[in-house]
């Protein structure tokens, strides 16, 4: 019978020893699931040491303006940004476009969006405004008249536009390979197989229900790893002493491992009883090592003893011996119990720590996807209501639709059952508000497909800035209703020469209160299509001609910057305003010109619509009598065979005003006014005028005072 007891005993203490050694595995399971980078960070650790010395140093240094700074950096950064993201895709056929990079620069479109910056709500408006001027995309007139004239519609789309706003910074996150979110969320994926087995690593990242495992697994290992190591290691402890105990002569029975595990758990408490538990009956060499049954009362009366034992020989007073053993056991245990706690403590706190950063990082991995979420559940809602009549001609819009509804996704997208995953996950419950209970395998699931498939989300972000263009535009418009210049939509004429009418046209290239309007009227009952303008420089010319050019190109999404403006549709814009030399390709000044004109040509006898074409000082750069006679000629080209040109000459030569009377009207002179107003006194007024600036040709005097009032007020300005 006592056979069968003991082999129950064995048998029950294997039970016991399988349990522990289970919990141990599983504690060391838990430490090696998520895919930490800590591995990587061990190696960089003095690296990280001085990343974070130089971080901290900084931000230590002037910290109120350089949050300032840092803002308006940031700001710009993330406009490069947008930028590049949504130049990686071909959203439009180059060939298609109104105007080329060239043109952009010549006239000064940058400075019109700068203006305009004002009017933008999201980061992505400026890139799409860019591009509706550049390419017109087929509903553009309709949908900014829309946006103009129904306040419904203005305010539904501003309300998709706050939801794109409100998750720009999420989505533009993704392409930063800086994003502290990004960087931190890596800590909860798995990376220990990424270096040997990478596909085993991507299919544990890309199963939800084991990362959701994972992900709850980190909540209770910390505490897991604290109770286990206790238990666990006051278990071995008594386990090893029971057998090792009669090498040493003494009698120590192992009292179990379920026991010896219970001990260890509660070893915290126990250690700070001051009551005796051992020694509650006295002191006895053989009890001292009952590891986890020891008090804090038990450690003093273990202490006393072994200083009353050390200082017997020197001390025999036993009443200073006792006083003496009495005070350093106490300092012993209480520092001893002290430096113990402050262990458990910092063990604690870190786990404390790592939890909050686990619960932090998810949840604000949930609450921007909640965002994304949000702007695509409101694009979905897009072509409902107000914009049912665009809908069907809006290039934007139909994208968008289609992108959502994933039309087209099948047999042309090799990413197409990861993007239907993407957008499935979207729509899911998980991302309808920001919630602190969630699937978070879902959340991290979704994240990772963020990051893989961000650049097939590149149309749907350009054809949205696209919509935030038309916004911006339309709300220029608005505000300006009852302002000194005005927008106003284009009548469009039929005809087969090319027309150009507008009254006090102006371009917001300066401030509003110093704007100057002008008329333009190129082709009015089949006459005078082209210009030569000619007069000194700092009088307006090349503004003049910017601001026919700017108003041409808005035509195409159906407005102006005029009080009233009708014309004919225009193809293409050209420009030869500034061609620079080119030193490393041996080009002179004067090759430039000639090849910036060549291509102009070109462009013209290859455009199959009207074309506006604006020539500032053409064929500059060497001798006048050949410089007039190839800006005439290539006048007399235009007016004779180019019927679909429009074009605008800029010029210091006289020999060009003769155009005038050579084509029979085709072209006409034109001059900016000027008033002289004493000696060497002028003003400039910025207005055009009929006729050619003949005093400037003939007056030597004149010209020659005015060069020195504008070389002065030059100079002062």
């Known amino acids: 019978m006592s056979v069968n007891n003991g082999f129950k005993r064995v048998d029950k203490n294997r039970l016991y020893l399988k349990v522990v050694s289970l919990l141990l595995l599983f504690n060391l399971t838990l430490s090696v699931l998520p895919a930490f980078d800590s591995f990587k960070d061990v190696a960089n650790k003095d690296l990280l040491v001085v990343e974070n010395g130089q971080k901290d140093f900084l931000a230590g240094q002037d910290a109120k303006e350089d949050s300032k700074i840092n803002i308006e950096l940031k700001e710009k950064l993330d406009l490069l940004r947008v930028d590049q993201i949504l130049s990686s895709a071909k959203l439009f056929d180059s060939a298609s476009s109104i105007i080329t990079e060239n043109e952009w620069q010549e006239l000064e479109l940058d400075r019109v969006l700068e203006n305009w910056d004002k009017y933008k709500k999201t980061k992505f408006d ?140 509660y070893s915290p408490i126990t250690q700070h009883n001051p009551c005796p538990g051992v020694y509650k009956y006295g002191y006895d060499y053989f009890r001292f090592f009952e590891l986890g049954n020891f008090t804090l009362g038990d450690n003093y009366i273990a202490g006393k003893k072994l200083v009353s034992n050390i200082v017997k020989n020197v001390i025999k007073n036993e009443d200073v011996k006792s006083i003496l053993a009495g005070t350093v056991s106490a300092v012993a245990v209480v520092g001893m119990q002290a430096w113990v706690d402050y262990r458990a403590y910092a063990d604690l706190r870190d786990a404390v720590g790592k939890i909050a950063f686990l619960r932090e990082t998810a949840g604000k991995l949930q609450e921007n996807l909640v965002k994304v979420a949000d702007m695509l559940r409101a694009l979905n809602r897009m072509q409902d209501g107000c914009f049912e009549a665009s809908e069907e001609e809006c290039f934007a819009i139909k994208n968008i639709s289609k992108f959502i509804k994933r039309d087209g996704f099948a047999g042309i997208n090799k990413n197409y059952d990861g993007l239907n995953k993407l957008l499935d996950n979207l729509d899911c419950d998980t991302f309808k508000n920001k919630s602190s209970v969630y699937n978070s395998g879902r959340v991290l699931g979704t994240h990772k497909l963020m990051n893989e498939l961000k650049s097939q989300l590149v149309p749907l972000l350009q054809n949205i800035a696209l919509i935030g263009g038309y916004r911006a535009i339309a709300q220029a418009v608005r505000e300006h209703k009852n302002s000194r210049t005005k927008f106003c939509f284009v009548d469009f004429i039929d005809s087969e020469i090319p027309v150009i009418n507008m009254e006090n046209a102006w371009i917001p290239l300066i401030k509003e209160e110093k704007v100057v309007v002008n008329d333009i009227k190129f082709g009015i009952n089949g006459k005078a299509r082209s210009m030569v303008l000619t007069g000194p420089n700092g009088g307006g010319k090349s503004t003049y001609m910017e601001t026919v050019a700017f108003n041409v190109l808005l035509s195409k999404l159906g407005i102006a910057a005029a009080d009233k403006a009708s014309m004919t549709s225009f193809e293409k814009i050209r420009t030869s305003l500034c061609p620079a030399q080119d030193m490393a390709s041996g080009l002179s000044s004067f090759m430039a010109e000639h090849k910036r004109v060549a291509e102009v040509k070109l462009a013209i006898n290859s455009c199959v619509g009207n074309i506006l074409v604006l020539l500032d000082e053409p064929y500059k750069g060497t001798v006048e009598v050949e410089s007039a006679i190839r800006v005439y000629e290539f006048g007399k080209y235009i007016a004779s065979s180019c019927p679909n040109c429009v074009l605008l000459t800029a010029t210091h030569l006289k020999r060009p005003i003769d155009l005038e009377n050579d084509t029979d009207g085709l072209f006409k002179n034109y001059q900016m006014g000027y008033i002289e107003k004493g000696a060497c006194n002028f003003e400039r007024t910025f207005k055009i005028q009929d006729g050619p600036a003949l005093w400037w040709f003939n007056d030597a005097a004149k010209r020659s005072r005015f060069i020195d009032w504008l070389c002065a007020n030059e100079i002062c300005a």
């Not at 400026?126 to 519609?153: C, F, H």
């Not at 390979?177 to 596909?199: G, H, I, Q, R, W």
């Not at 505490?223 to 402890?237: D, K």
């Open 126 to 265: 400026i890139w799409g405004i860019k591009n509706l001027l550049k390419y017109a995309p087929v509903g553009s007139k309709e949908i900014i008249r829309t946006l103009v004239e129904d306040d419904k519609a203005f305010y539904e789309l501003n309300k998709i536009i706050d939801t794109v706003q409100a998750a720009q910074d999420q989505l533009i996150s993704y392409w930063n390979v800086t994003d502290e979110l990004n960087n931190n969320s890596k800590e909860l994926y798995f990376s220990l197989f990424s270096e040997f087995a990478p596909k085993v690593n991507n299919a544990l990242n890309s199963n939800e229900n084991i990362l959701g495992a994972s992900h709850l697994f980190e909540f209770v290992r910390p505490f897991v790893s604290i109770f286990a190591l206790m238990g666990i290691g006051n278990a071995v402890n008594n386990y090893l002493f029971s057998k090792g105990a009669g090498a040493f002569g003494f009698n120590f029975k192992f009292a179990g491992w379920k026991q010896s595990f219970i001990d260890g758990i």
